[in-house]
C-alpha cells in the first residue's frame, strides 16, 4: 500500500496512428481505469493524430497495481469502437518521489525505464527531476489493433500534512504531590526527546546513500570509494548526483 499521501495527475498529451475505425477518420478518446475507477477525456473529432492536453487525477493506493488505458471511437447510433490498450504502472515513479533530491539541478534524468517484453512502451520512459517533482514521460503501444501509441504525462501530487496544533499549557496550581508529577512528566519528556535526537544523529552519522540507486555505504567510505561505484554503476551521472556530500 503507498504511504505517501497524494494523488497521481496524468496528463493524456496526444494520441499518434491510431487507427481508423469510420470512413472519415475516428473520434477517439481516452479512457483511464484503476481498481474499478474510470476517468476519460473529451472526444476529439474526424483525426487519428489527438491533440488532448488533458490532465486526468486518480487516488493511487498501491503503486504496483497496474492501471488501464482503453482508446475508443464514438459512435452516435451504435457501441463505441474499441481503438487499442495499454497498460502502465507507477512503481519506478514512486521510487524517486521517496527519494532526497533536493540538491539535484532541474532537467536532471535520475531514471530510464526501458521497453520490455511483458510491457507496453514503446520506447525508454525517461523520470526527469523538474521544478521540485518528479516527471515521467511515457510512449505506450496499444495492443489488439494494428497501430497506434498514446502520449502520457504522469506526476505526483503530494497533499500538505496538517501540522499537530502546540498542547494546551497546564494549568496553574495543586498541590505538592500534583507539582512533583508535572515535573517528573517533564523530565521523562526532555528525556525521550533527547534520546531520541541522540539516536537520530547516530543513525545518520553511520552510514551514507547512493541517491540514484540507494545503496547504503558506511561513513568511513573514502571519496574515491565513491567516485569508484557511481563510474562503475552510473557512468551517464555525474559524482554529485549519487552522493550530494561531495559537492564543492
Avoid at 196 to 223: D, H, P, R, V
Amino acid at each position: 500500500m503507498s504511504s505517501l499521501p497524494g494523488f497521481l495527475s496524468v496528463r493524456v498529451l496526444r494520441g499518434i496512428n491510431l487507427v481508423s475505425r469510420d470512413a472519415k477518420g475516428s473520434d477517439p478518446y481516452v479512457v483511464l481505469n484503476l481498481d474499478g475507477r474510470k476517468l476519460k477525456t473529451s472526444v476529439m473529432k474526424k483525426t487519428v493524430n489527438p491533440l488532448w492536453n488533458e490532465d486526468l487525477t486518480l487516488a493511487v493506493l498501491d503503486p504496483a497495481a497496474p492501471i488501464k488505458l482503453e482508446v475508443f471511437d464514438k459512435d452516435t447510433f451504435s457501441k463505441d469502437d474499441e481503438m487499442g490498450d495499454a497498460e502502465f504502472d507507477i512503481e519506478a515513479l514512486m521510487q524517486i518521489v521517496k527519494m532526497d533530491l533536493d540538491d539535484i539541478r532541474s532537467g536532471t534524468v535520475v531514471r530510464t525505464v526501458r521497453p520490455g517484453r511483458n510491457c507496453c512502451l514503446a520506447d525508454e520512459s525517461h523520470i526527469i527531476w523538474e521544478n521540485g517533482q518528479a516527471v515521467q514521460d511515457l510512449l505506450l503501444k496499444l495492443r489488439n489493433v494494428e497501430t497506434g501509441v498514446v502520449h502520457l504525462q504522469l506526476k505526483w501530487v503530494n497533499i500538505p500534512v496538517a501540522s499537530h496544533p502546540p498542547p494546551a499549557p497546564a494549568a496553574m496550581g495543586g498541590g505538592n504531590a500534583q507539582k512533583s508529577k508535572m515535573a517528573r512528566e517533564r523530565n521523562a519528556e526532555k528525556n525521550k526527546g533527547s534520546k531520541g535526537s541522540q539516536l537520530e544523529a547516530n543513525k545518520k552519522a553511520m552510514n551514507i546513500q547512493c541517491k540514484i540507486c540507494m545503496q547504503t555505504f558506511i561513513c568511513t567510505t573514502s571519496e574515491a570509494k565513491c567516485k569508484e561505484h557511481a563510474e562503475a554503476r552510473h557512468p551517464k551521472n555525474e559524482l554529485v548526483q549519487c552522493f550530494p556530500h561531495l559537492k564543492n
